[in-house]
């Protein structure tokens, strides 16, 4: 699962002094948005695969729709936000749900490990002063090439494939993390905050997938 926000807000600029709320501000629409996510989880828990495809699509459509919210009304692009984090949850409940019965520990080895992994690599972005705008385009590009990875792997068998793809995509988004955390720190626009929110929830999800996908690969 590995879709991130295309497109930044128009500029409005925030003093210094606005960075530490506009963090806030962010940090606490993820945190609502991993709560809807946890609700859509819960209530997709028994649905089929059939419909994780159809959230997918929507949750898709609802990421396209903020990039264009976000410009004309802050309240619409929050509300799509939520929205996002609820279809997605209902996308991933029957993974979720599968690894809560075959192994119980792993989905919690996953959160905790998801955890230190954003800790850590968004304290490293936030603080880094060097400009890493320009390995947006690699980090791009090497997840295109994840992408079409996991699709060779739905077809073909490789010995520890699945780890492989695993390694890779935490490697990826270990970028992509540093990369999000000191744009929140460099944003020039306070109205952007729900799309940051969005591109860090994402980076959360597809890390903690990734670590699920290590710790229960027994299962």
Do not use: K
């Not at 929110?197 to 299962?219: C, E, K, P, T």
Request: aromatic share 14%; glycine share 10%; net charge neutral.
């Amino acid at each position: 699962m590995t879709m991130t926000p295309t497109s930044t807000a128009a500029t409005t600029p925030v003093s210094r002094d606005e960075t530490g709320r506009l963090f806030g501000q962010t940090m606490g629409l993820v945190a609502v948005t991993a709560g809807f996510f946890a609700l859509g989880a819960y209530v997709g828990r028994d649905a089929s695969g059939g419909w994780a495809i159809l959230w997918y699509i929507a949750a898709f459509a609802v990421l396209f729709a903020m990039n264009y919210a976000v410009q004309r009304s802050e309240q619409l692009a929050v509300t799509l936000l939520f929205g996002f984090g609820l279809l997605l949850g209902l996308a991933v409940a029957p993974t979720i749900g599968y690894y809560l019965d075959a192994d119980p520990q792993a989905v919690w080895q996953a959160g905790g490990a998801t955890a230190l992994f954003i800790a850590g690599f968004g304290a490293i972005g936030y603080a880094t002063r060097r400009d890493l705008s320009a390995l947006t385009r690699v980090f791009f590009w090497a997840l295109v090439a994840l992408i079409a990875f996991g699709v060779v792997l739905i077809f073909v068998q490789i010995p520890n494939g699945a780890l492989i793809y695993s390694i890779a995509g935490l490697v990826i988004f270990a970028g992509l993390t540093v990369f999000d955390f000191q744009r929140l720190r460099q944003t020039q626009d306070i109205r952007s905050a729900p799309l940051l929110a969005a591109s860090i929830f994402l980076d959360v999800l597809n890390v903690f997938l990734f670590f699920l996908s290590i710790f229960g690969r027994d299962n």
